[in-house]
């Protein structure tokens, strides 16, 4: 699937519960992990394939010879967060090549419903509480430069347009 790339009004849209969880949205939900592994990303959500509702797709593990950890989570909410914070050079597949340090909660408690529609919950420490608090604001229209300084971000943001400019042209 095609990813969109910053800026776009539809990555700064608030996305819709799923309340029924539909085959179609589980296709969606496979063919988003084919596009995460494929670009390779650790996470992607629905609304960075143009798709405008609460689910993302995450695998965190990143060791060589460690075995793969494909998570679909439809619904997903941060329960609790640890006040300990902790940063991590995150970066985006809508941003491509841009990275920039943001400072989170090193600890959430986490819920949300799998791929078969069943609840579950878990505690994330380190990258995947990153991954997951990134995640989910993309869907409610947030993008990690939103957590940054604004001359950074500005310059991030010409420079992405600038990149779909010569793009389009291509
Ligand atoms: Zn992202």
Redesign the pocket.
């Given at each position: 699937m095609p990813i969109l790339l910053h800026p776009d009004p539809r990555l700064k849209k608030l996305c819709a519960p799923v309340d029924d969880l539909s085959d179609s949205l589980r296709v969606l939900a496979d063919d988003m992990l084919e596009t995460m592994y494929d670009a390779p990303?650790v996470?992607?959500?629905a609304p960075?394939v143009g798709q405008l509702v609460r689910l993302f797709v995450l695998d965190c593990i990143k060791e060589e010879g460690e075995e793969a950890r494909p998570m679909v989570m439809f619904n997903p909410e941060i329960v609790a967060a640890s006040e300990e914070m902790n940063v991590y050079e995150?970066?985006?597949?809508?941003?491509p090549e841009h990275y920039a340090e943001v400072k989170r909660p090193k600890v959430v408690d986490v819920r949300w419903l799998d791929r078969d529609g069943r609840e579950q919950t878990d505690t994330f420490d380190g990258l995947w509480a990153t991954c997951f608090q990134?995640?989910l604001?993309?869907l409610n229209g947030k993008?990690?430069i939103d957590h940054i300084g604004a001359m950074k971000r500005q310059m991030i943001t010409r420079k992405m347009q600038k990149l779909k400019r010569e793009q389009a042209r291509a």
């Open positions: 990303g996470g992607l959500a960075q995150e970066g985006c597949l809508s941003i990134h995640e604001d993309h993008l990690f």
